[in-house]
């Protein structure tokens, strides 16, 4: 079994600067710049062979690069249940049909579909019991977030590691994404 998800990773451009911004809530988990991404689809664990054809839908993608930037702050859950803390994704229509077919090549390849809402993000930190008055003040000091236009020509695999200090993540293989008048997509291995 392997613990997988469809993700596009952040040039260190954008990464680098969410840097200064993750501080001012005790005991939160900051993630660290190399493991900063957006999720496109989570497929979670499954078998050596499902992640075999999941690997030969995700190559069989064709869409086209994606402009795309980062715009303001928020969380997941309410009161003591915050579990997050992320950096938005301005609204994007390359992005929501990308993650459309990375949902569309996971149903492919036998997996279950998602049943939540799409919501592109960068998650910032992991919470366990965090004040949610200091959550709600992070979430005021980085609400007006905003980063400079960034071309994604590419989407990963990602294999998922959990350790002591949290996830650790692993690019197991590129798709390319296709360029102005390229008409293809290919994949290949980050090895």
Known sequence: MIRLFAALGLP?????????????IP????????SLHITLRFFGEIAEDVAADLDMELGAISAAAIDLSLSGAGCF??????????????????????ARACEAAARRAGLKPETRRYHPHVTLAYLRRADPLAVAGWIQNHNLLRSPVVRAESFGLYSSHMGREGSRYHLERVYRLEKAGDGRTTGESSV
């Open 12 to 24: 260190p451009g954008i990464a680098a600067p969410l840097a200064a911004r993750q501080n001012g």
């Open 27 to 34: 005991g939160a988990r900051w993630r660290p710049p190399e």
């Open 77 to 98: 859950g309410e009161g003591r249940d915050i579990d997050a803390v992320w950096a938005g994704v301005a609204e994007n229509p390359g992005l929501n049909r990308l």
